[in-house]
């Protein structure tokens, strides 16, 4: 229960306190807390972090392994500045000019025009000949209507 009273004030501080304090303020309080935290931790654990002492047979010779590393970066990007090898660079691909894109560009739209004027010359045809066979199949009934026969 205790717990859960200190989770409401905490709530309660967050959004209603804290919200009114300036950023300067804030920043301070966060540093503080952050240092108070951190001590906090270490006096809790100090047991825990003097046990573990395993790394500390390298710290002696860090300092050279962090100059060794530099120093090699160093005189890598110097070899590579000063050096006559360079990156390679590819060539720079033509553009094409304008013309040429509105040559391909009517090439396409002639193709496609082409292509709906020839289906609706077929599609025409195709209605054509449907209708020049209804009506010849309308003139033979009317002819025999006409002709005064049984069918």
């Not at 962090?66 to 006559?84: C, D, E, Q, R, T």
């Not at 360079?86 to 000019?97: A, D, H, N, T």
């Amino acid at each position: 229960m205790p717990s859960l009273l200190l989770m409401l004030l905490a709530g309660a501080v967050v959004f209603a306190v804290l919200p009114r304090f300036g950023p300067h303020v804030l920043t301070g309080l966060s540093i503080a807390l952050l240092i108070f935290g951190v001590s906090h931790h270490y006096k809790s654990f100090h047991h825990e972090y003097r046990l573990a002492t395993w790394y500390q047979t390298s710290a002696f010779i860090a300092p050279a392994l962090v100059l060794g590393i530099a120093l090699f970066f160093l005189l890598s990007y110097m070899l590579s500045f000063f050096g006559g090898s360079g990156v390679p660079v590819p060539s720079m691909p033509s553009i094409p000019g304008v013309d040429d894109v509105t040559s391909a560009v009517t090439s396409v739209v002639n193709a496609a025009k082409s292509a709906v004027t020839s289906t609706v010359n077929t599609a025409k045809s195709a209605v054509g000949s449907v209708n020049r066979g209804i009506n010849n199949s309308l003139r033979i009934n009317n002819r025999r209507n006409n002709s005064g026969g049984i069918f």
